[in-house]
C-alpha cells in the first residue's frame, strides 16, 4: 500500500481535478463552486470578412462649454476595477432602480460628480455610450465604430 503512495495520490488528485473540468465542459452553469477551474478571460472573436469586431463601453463627460470628451474609464471608476463597468452599467451605476435607498442614491451621485469635478468637467451627468469597433485584420486599421446605446446619467 505505502509503496504506491504518490501513485495513489496522483491519480487522486487527476480525478479531483478531471471530474470538475468535465462539468465545466459538459455546461458552465454545471461547474461545483467552489470553483477549481479559473476563467480564462478569453473570448471567441467572429470573424468575418477580414474583420473582426469588439464591443467597449466609454464614458464621456462635458466640459463648461457643452461639449463631450471621452474619459478613461479606469481613473474614472478607481478604485473599482474597470472590467467591472459591464456589470455598473447593466445596473445603471447605481443611479437608477426601483431597489435604490434614498442615502445610498444621494451618495452614488456625490461620487460621480466628485469625480468629474476631478477631471474638470461639469458634475451634472455624464454620458455611457456603448460602442462597437470593426477592424481589419489585413490592413490593421479602424473600419468603422458603431455606437449601440447612449444614455445619460443626471446627477442633479
Given at each position: ?7 495513489i495520490?496522483?491519480?487522486?488528485l ?12 459538459y ?6 463552486y467552489?470553483a477549481?477551474?479559473l ?31 471621452k474619459?478613461?474609464i ?25 431597489n435604490l ?10 461620487w ?45
Amino acid at each position: 500500500m505505502f509503496k504506491y503512495k504518490y501513485l495513489i495520490g496522483f491519480i487522486s488528485l487527476m480525478l479531483f481535478l478531471l471530474i470538475p473540468f468535465v462539468l465545466r465542459w459538459y455546461s458552465p452553469s454545471l461547474e461545483p463552486y467552489p470553483a477549481l477551474l479559473l476563467p480564462s478571460g478569453a473570448h471567441i472573436v467572429e470573424l468575418e470578412d477580414g474583420t473582426f469586431s469588439y464591443t467597449l463601453y466609454e464614458v464621456y463627460g462635458f466640459g463648461q462649454d457643452g461639449t463631450s470628451k471621452k474619459i478613461d474609464i479606469q481613473t474614472f471608476l478607481e478604485p473599482i476595477p474597470p472590467y467591472l463597468i459591464w456589470n455598473l452599467a447593466r445596473h445603471n451605476f447605481g443611479l437608477e432602480g426601483d431597489n435604490l435607498l434614498a442615502d445610498d442614491l444621494s451618495e452614488s451621485r456625490k461620487w460621480f460628480r466628485q469625480k468629474l469635478i476631478d477631471k474638470g468637467y461639469r458634475a451634472d451627468r455624464f454620458l455611457l455610450a456603448k460602442v462597437k469597433y470593426y477592424i481589419s485584420l489585413d490592413k490593421k486599421q479602424l473600419l468603422k465604430q458603431e455606437t449601440l446605446h447612449e444614455k445619460y446619467f443626471n446627477l442633479d
